[in-house]
């Protein structure tokens, strides 16, 4: 999984050169994300999220995986490469960073206007979703109990990755991830559902 850029400026992660992604491109081969494109994804993402937050009584309802999908298309299109060589990876790092940015721009949201924003979201099963203050809450509630089944929350729920994507980037079983996604899941439901108003 890429680390954020806010957290260490994404030196672990090489730039590619033009020529090395041309000729890769050429080859039909598959490439890891460079630094830059980690970076136009990240303010991509911070884009979409900071209109859904905007936006806040839209009325409309939003799935989480959309805005994750959108800012991997776009970056994508943009770098010109046709497939990533750790797409899953790719992912888990656009997910984690989208639920940091909605939990700081809903604080934000809440300090300017004093009330929070009204966001409906299509979360994956949890009947009826959740309001994204709600989720955001719970979230923080499940980090408190268990790290590591608040990451798979974000996973699965803002990054669409399967119980065998989850396994993979968090180096644990697939059986494991399974489980951990159903307690998570029957937590959420019995924590943030909620009908919609």
Do not use: K
Not at 72 to 100: C, E, I, K, M, V
Not at 115 to 141: F, I, K, S
Not at 149 to 165: K, T, W
Request: charge should be neutral; charged fraction near 25%.
């Amino acid at each position: 999984m890429y680390a954020l850029p806010c957290s260490d400026n994404l030196t672990d992660v090489p730039e590619i050169n033009h020529a090395d992604r041309v000729a890769s491109r050429n080859r039909g081969g598959r490439m890891a994300p460079s630094r830059s494109m980690l970076r136009a994804s990240y303010a991509e993402l911070h884009r979409l999220a900071a209109d859904l937050v905007r936006q806040r009584r839209s009325g409309r309802a939003i799935d989480p995986r959309t805005l994750v999908n959108e800012a991997a298309r776009h970056t994508l299109g943009a770098s010109g490469l046709q497939d990533l060589a750790d797409p899953d990876g790719y992912l888990a790092f656009l997910a984690n960073a989208l639920h940091g940015m909605l939990d700081e721009l809903v604080e934000e949201c809440i300090a300017q206007h004093c009330e929070a924003p009204l966001v409906w979201l299509n979360l994956p099963g949890v009947a009826g979703g959740a309001d994204l203050v709600g989720l955001l809450a719970a979230l923080r509630r499940l980090e408190q109990r268990s790290g590591r089944h608040a990451q798979i929350a974000v996973l699965r729920m803002f990054g669409g990755l399967s119980d065998a994507e989850i396994a993979a980037e968090l180096a644990i079983s697939e059986t494991r991830a399974r489980v951990g996604w159903s307690r998570v899941r029957d937590w959420m439901i019995i924590t943030c559902s909620a009908p919609r108003r």
